[in-house]
């Protein structure tokens, strides 16, 4: 069994992505062909906003949102304590300060109220300028974007949507990838949405930050890429990889999107009323996009005997995330308490990510249900 497989969709795939990738190297023009332009066209209209530009990955997609608004030395940026590093890394890389908040048990996302708190005790403190929040979509469930929202606007702080694990997501019908004043993807290959390699995009309804994202990502370009008006950088998504993702976000709209779901349903269905277990939890109104089905045992010790009687019997269950944000060494000297970050630091200790990907057989669900029960029960 295999933790999201990839061979599996290829498979499916082939045919057309061969015939795809062939037309690509026939042609040669593998940086900025049509079918690059015609991608961004294809995912603005999915995702609902104005403007899509790719770009070379997803770390890269957050990075350019942070030049866009110019943020620097000096600037607070609230960002989930409970995520993948890049999240917080392209903060500090833009010299500015991540702010920890906690996250919310259920959901595993930022939690609204709490973020409200970081705010007022940064505000106090006196040594930052308020820029910006970002939210992430974590495990593929949008985040409380209408709670998250109304703090942004009350306390005038930008909102970007971290939606690398979200993409296809939504929130009453409204897409994720479209609730950030800016919002960003990533099309790394076990993403919802994946590429064969790297790949990114930013997403907005603002024109002026839209031309300055295509500006940043070439050079920082005015005319052309030789007329250079800013300090920008080379991130741009190959065309070989755009013209996969044409071919797979057909899909992914068609069928890998329901596949997922059921997917999650048949595990919570089976999962249900056991000790020391809670399955995912997604609130009324919400679709996830299922980047990672995570359930939650009662403590380290359970976790750890669980993931090993799975692997025992050869099923891969992965730790997401092992630290949160506030304990990587990296950020040790941070402007939060700990005791404020509480839930996000007993998560990474409770969490098991299951195999989960679109074309998991029913079969291959009910033996790790199986399994689960037989060491829990
Ligand atoms: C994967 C991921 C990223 C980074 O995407 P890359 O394409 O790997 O650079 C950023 N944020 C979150 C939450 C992610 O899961």
Known sequence: MQFRDLKKQYQVLKPKIDEAVEKVMTNCNFINGQEVTELEAKLANYVGVKHCITCANGTDALSLAMMAWDIKEGDAIFVPDFTFFSSAEIVALSGATPVFVDVEETTFNIDPAKLEQEIIKIKKKDN??????????????????????????????????????????????????????????????????????????????????????????????????????????????????????????????????????????????????????Q???????????????????????????????????????????????HMQEVFRDNECDNKDLQVSAALCNKVLSLPMHPYLSKEDVLTVCKIIKKTLV
């Not at 950088?233 to 059921?262: G, H, P, W």
């Not at 919400?286 to 025992?312: F, M, P, V």
């Open 128 to 277: 930052l300028t308020l820029k910006a929040v970002i939210a992430v979509d974590l495990f593929g469930l949008p985040a409380k974007f209408k709670e998250v929202k109304e703090v942004c606007d009350k306390y005038n702080l930008l909102l970007l949507e971290d939606g690398a694990q979200g993409f296809g997501g939504n929130i009453n019908g409204k897409k994720a990838c479209s609730f950030g004043d800016i919002s960003t993807t990533s099309f790394f290959p076990a993403k919802p949405l994946g590429c064969y390699g790297d790949g990114g995009a930013v997403f907005t309804d603002n024109d002026q930050w839209a031309g300055l994202l295509k500006s940043y990502k070439v050079h920082g370009k005015g005319h052309n890429k030789y007329d250079n008006i800013r300090i920008g950088r080379n991130s741009r998504l190959d065309t070989i990889q755009a013209a996969i993702l044409d071919i797979k976000l057909d899909i992914f709209e068609d069928k890998e999107l329901k596949a997922v779901n059921e997917v999650a349903k048949l595990y919570s269905e089976n999962l249900s009323n056991i000790k020391d277990l």
């Open 279 to 325: 399955t995912p939890i997604v609130e009324e109104g919400y679709y996830s996009g299922w980047a990672q089905y995570t359930i939650l045992l009662k403590d380290k010790e359970t976790r750890n005997k669980l993931q090993e009687a799975l692997k025992e019997e050869n099923i891969p269950s992965m730790i997401y995330y092992q630290k949160p944000m």
